[in-house]
């Protein structure tokens, strides 16, 4: 079984700044992949955050382009998502997601991924 377990997340104030992580086990891909961050903002639809390929290249949302940066340790089989200058309005649940979709890309509910975590909650007040 694929399995992905982020950490990291918790309570800070307005401005600053929090790392999660995702850890994954048992996960292969054919020939690329995609890994992504999505979040459930209370009272709003779930929505992406950032994805990132196997070589590398990322994609961000409008909401969080130039605060959040998405990263990953290959080696480690973790990826890191770095929150900087954090308002009330990053409140949300925030899941590590994976998958083969025919485009990675935050765009959407993320139904087009298939793998799931728990989520790691993040509070900014």
């Known amino acids: 079984d694929v399995q992905l377990v982020e950490s990291g997340g918790g309570s800070v104030q307005a401005g600053g700044s929090l790392r999660l992580s995702c850890q994954a086990s048992?996960?292969?891909?054919?020939?690329?992949?995609?890994m992504a961050w999505f979040r459930q903002i209370p009272g709003k639809e779930r929505e992406g955050v950032a994805t990132i390929e196997k070589d590398g290249k990322t994609t961000y949302a409008e909401s969080v382009r130039g605060r959040f940066t998405i990263s990953q340790d290959n080696a480690k089989n973790t990826v890191y998502l770095q929150m900087n200058s954090l308002n009330s309005e990053d409140t949300a649940m925030y899941y590590c997601?994976?998958?083969?979709?025919?485009?990675?890309?935050?765009?959407?509910?993320?139904?087009?991924?298939?793998?799931w975590g728990r989520g790691t909650q993040v509070t900014v007040s």
């Open positions: 997601v994976a998958g083969e979709p025919s485009t990675c890309r935050p765009d959407g509910s993320g139904s087009q991924f298939k793998y």
């Open positions: 048992g996960y292969t891909a054919n020939g690329s992949y995609c």
